[in-house]
């Protein structure tokens, strides 16, 4: 029973940076305890030093925060936690824990670097002297002088210039449960995880439900404590980024509202510039070598519903292409599906079998269609667009894609994320990053022989070879 009562969450703590249990023992030898003890509990006996002060955001201000405002309320939201209240100043392990969330808050730094620069000389040790951290020489600098305004003795460590590339813990956030393109996220997802792997960064994916996105993200945070992290096609409100705090956050597809962004941590948007959509299709429709197949009269624009929110890029996409049609006196049918997969491709087959064109907003349905046209004996070559440019599906069956540039935009978060650390997040300010949508075209001297070849009969079981 008390087992079971231990393991329950206190919620004046849940969500926020405190410390892991069970390393008080391993830490009463470090050096920095005996500094604590010599050094402040006589001046605060004595007056000379208030171990709390009363903290406003002009203080984080000047005192190196990039995000005052955000530095000052998650201070006061810990010192209003049971455990914030019931610090007591003549115990060194309730100054040490002040003296951490003070960092975490001023610096922006995580949990665990704050632990490591007040371990000191004495981490470098335990680690067989390699100097290798998770800060570099300048946040070093900002952490000295952070630990000296608050009257904290400063650690000792010894001076390196390490220039490392990011290498902690990203964690993406997305919804994993209905959705309307599978293909495009687990694409990305795993776009992100090969650029994590080539930069010696630990990955971990996260589902956020559309419900209660906050509560999730917050979880999170308080237990894995990542560095850095992507919103896959979420768009997070007020609570969301109370939730991620100073990390660094990088959204992907997000509606397009910059107003709503500029507050920290979000460093950027990466969104599709969807403008040449018009220019590609008028491209693609008006190209000798699709007039010697068809010449489009009617088309079929196949998608999910609009969502109908501000700035959503869905909805974007579906007007350009209805847009770009008409302007081409191609008549368009804009025909709504359930969702992306391979199961609605015959039931659009069959409510327009005669159509001249299908545009689809995903690669999945596009084949579907495909096979549909080559099951019933008519002509399939550039009749048929898709979305994504994915290798498995539009690449694989050499039909007309539009690409999003996945793999870039999966170069485009470290790329950031790089110069975050870089410039010791004092440079985070929202900015919006376009890739531009590409139409690659199907060859004509591509296409995949769906012809079965019979094999050579061993046994009374006859074998076709449909690779």
């Given at each position: 029973?008390?087992?079971?009562?231990?393991?329950?969450?206190?919620?004046?703590?849940?969500?926020?940076?405190?410390?892991?249990?069970?390393k008080e023992?391993?830490?009463?030898?470090?050096?920095?305890?005996?500094?604590l003890r010599e050094k402040m509990l006589g001046p605060i006996q004595q007056g000379k030093i208030d171990p709390f002060p009363k903290m406003d955001k002009a203080w984080f201000l000047e005192h190196g925060s990039s995000i005052p405002a955000i530095a000052l309320k998650q201070y006061t939201r810990w010192r209003n936690t049971?455990?914030?209240?019931?610090?007591?100043?003549?115990?060194?392990?309730?100054?040490?824990?002040?003296?951490?969330?003070?960092l975490i808050c001023a610096v922006g730094v995580k949990y665990t670097t704050a632990d490591i620069y007040l371990r000191g000389e004495d981490y470098s040790f335990r680690k067989q002297g390699r100097t290798r951290t998770r800060f570099s020489s300048r946040t070093l600098t900002l952490l000295n002088d952070v630990t000296s305004a608050l009257g904290y003795p400063v650690p000792d460590w010894s001076p390196h210039t390490e220039d490392r590339p990011w290498s902690g813990r990203l964690a993406i956030f997305t919804e994993l449960s209905s959705l309307p393109s599978?293909?495009?996220?687990?694409?990305?997802?795993?776009?992100?995880?090969?650029?994590?792997?080539?930069?010696?960064?630990?990955?971990?994916?996260?589902?956020?439900?559309?419900?209660?996105?906050?509560?999730?993200?917050?979880?999170v945070m308080c237990l894995f404590d990542p560095d850095a992290a992507v919103l896959l096609r979420i768009t997070p409100n007020q609570e969301c980024l109370d939730a991620l705090g100073s990390t660094p956050t990088i959204l992907v597809h997000a509606d397009r509202r910059p107003g709503l962004y500029e507050y920290p941590p979000i460093a950027c948007n990466i969104v599709p510039n969807q403008r040449p959509i018009k220019s590609c299709l008028k491209e693609f429709i008006d190209d000798p070598d699709t007039q010697?197949?068809?010449k489009p009269r009617t088309a079929v624009v196949c998608s999910v519903d609009r969502e109908g929110t501000e700035g959503s890029i869905?909805?974007?996409?579906?007007?350009?292409?209805?847009?770009?049609?008409?302007?081409?006196?191609?008549?368009?049918?804009?025909?709504?599906?359930?969702?992306?997969?391979?199961?609605?491709?015959?039931?659009?087959f069959q409510a327009f079998p005669d159509t001249d064109l299908y545009v689809c907003l995903s690669d999945q349905l596009a084949v579907g269609i495909k096979h549909c046209l080559m099951a019933s004996g008519r002509e399939y070559k550039r009749r048929v667009v898709g979305w994504d440019n994915s290798r498995q599906y539009a690449q694989a069956e050499n039909i007309t894609s539009f690409d999003q540039g996945l793999e870039e935009i999966a170069g485009t978060v470290f790329e950031k994320l790089i110069e975050i650390v870089r410039?010791?997040?004092?440079?985070?300010g929202f900015r919006e990053l376009g890739i531009t949508v590409r139409l690659q075209r199907e060859k004509d001297d591509g296409y995949p022989d769906h012809r079965c070849k019979r094999r050579d009969q061993e046994g009374i079981h006859p074998t076709f070879d449909l690779k």
């Amino acid at each position: 029973m008390k087992r079971q009562k231990a393991k329950q969450k206190n919620p004046d703590t849940e969500g926020l940076n405190d410390e892991p249990t069970g390393k008080e023992k391993e830490r009463e030898d470090n050096p920095y305890y005996t500094k604590l003890r010599e050094k402040m509990l006589g001046p605060i006996q004595q007056g000379k030093i208030d171990p709390f002060p009363k903290m406003d955001k002009a203080w984080f201000l000047e005192h190196g925060s990039s995000i005052p405002a955000i530095a000052l309320k998650q201070y006061t939201r810990w010192r209003n936690t049971k455990m914030g209240r019931n610090l007591s100043p003549t115990s060194v392990e309730a100054l040490r824990r002040n003296l951490i969330q003070m960092l975490i808050c001023a610096v922006g730094v995580k949990y665990t670097t704050a632990d490591i620069y007040l371990r000191g000389e004495d981490y470098s040790f335990r680690k067989q002297g390699r100097t290798r951290t998770r800060f570099s020489s300048r946040t070093l600098t900002l952490l000295n002088d952070v630990t000296s305004a608050l009257g904290y003795p400063v650690p000792d460590w010894s001076p390196h210039t390490e220039d490392r590339p990011w290498s902690g813990r990203l964690a993406i956030f997305t919804e994993l449960s209905s959705l309307p393109s599978q293909r495009y996220h687990f694409d990305l997802i795993r776009a992100i995880a090969h650029e994590a792997r080539n930069n010696h960064c630990l990955c971990s994916v996260h589902e956020v439900t559309r419900d209660e996105p906050a509560r999730d993200i917050s979880q999170v945070m308080c237990l894995f404590d990542p560095d850095a992290a992507v919103l896959l096609r979420i768009t997070p409100n007020q609570e969301c980024l109370d939730a991620l705090g100073s990390t660094p956050t990088i959204l992907v597809h997000a509606d397009r509202r910059p107003g709503l962004y500029e507050y920290p941590p979000i460093a950027c948007n990466i969104v599709p510039n969807q403008r040449p959509i018009k220019s590609c299709l008028k491209e693609f429709i008006d190209d000798p070598d699709t007039q010697k197949y068809i010449k489009p009269r009617t088309a079929v624009v196949c998608s999910v519903d609009r969502e109908g929110t501000e700035g959503s890029i869905r909805d974007v996409r579906i007007g350009l292409v209805l847009m770009a049609l008409e302007e081409l006196h191609v008549t368009p049918t804009h025909c709504i599906v359930p969702d992306y997969s391979f199961s609605h491709a015959v039931r659009v087959f069959q409510a327009f079998p005669d159509t001249d064109l299908y545009v689809c907003l995903s690669d999945q349905l596009a084949v579907g269609i495909k096979h549909c046209l080559m099951a019933s004996g008519r002509e399939y070559k550039r009749r048929v667009v898709g979305w994504d440019n994915s290798r498995q599906y539009a690449q694989a069956e050499n039909i007309t894609s539009f690409d999003q540039g996945l793999e870039e935009i999966a170069g485009t978060v470290f790329e950031k994320l790089i110069e975050i650390v870089r410039k010791e997040r004092r440079a985070i300010g929202f900015r919006e990053l376009g890739i531009t949508v590409r139409l690659q075209r199907e060859k004509d001297d591509g296409y995949p022989d769906h012809r079965c070849k019979r094999r050579d009969q061993e046994g009374i079981h006859p074998t076709f070879d449909l690779k």
